[in-house]
Nanobody, 127 residues
Framework: QLQLVESGGGLVQPGGSLRLSCAAS????????IGWFRQAPGKEREGISC????????YYADSVQGRFTVSRDNAKNTVYLQMNSLKPEDTGVYYC????????????????????WGKGTLVTVSS
């Protein structure tokens, strides 16, 4: 069964850090660009980051630039999202998604072409 599973969410205080993982099973991430998305309560889903599978180029939305870092470990078939300096407005359900093909660039704000989605992991930033 082809699936993505996110993990690492939880409750963290403002200014804290979390690392999310996106693990693939049933397929290899070598042939996919990966995007990270989030959906805050009562808001539309927002694309926040993506990473290519050519040269591991990373891109970020302005809302997370400088605070979040995306990386991939193809040997572990996993992509990570390191989140630092978290703010209450970062609260939401975080999803990863995979787009098949070989990409040297990606656009973090779009979900176009994303074929596989995880079920999400909840991040709550609150004191």
């Amino acid at each position: 069964q082809l699936q993505l599973v996110e993990s690492g969410g939880g409750l963290v205080q403002p200014g804290g850090s979390l690392r999310l993982s996106c693990a693939a099973s049933g397929f290899t991430l070598d042939y996919y660009a990966i995007g990270w998305f989030r959906q805050a309560p009562g808001k539309e889903r927002e694309g926040i980051s993506c990473i290519t599978n050519i040269d591991d180029n990373a891109y970020y939305a302005d809302s997370v630039q400088g605070r979040f870092t995306v990386s991939r470990d193809n040997a572990k078939n996993t992509v990570y999202l390191q989140m630092n300096s978290l703010k209450p407005e970062d609260t939401g359900v975080y999803y990863c998604a995979a787009k098949h093909g070989m990409y040297s660039a990606c656009v973090p704000q779009t979900s176009y072409g994303m074929e596989y989605w995880g079920k999400g992991t909840l991040v709550t930033v609150s004191s």
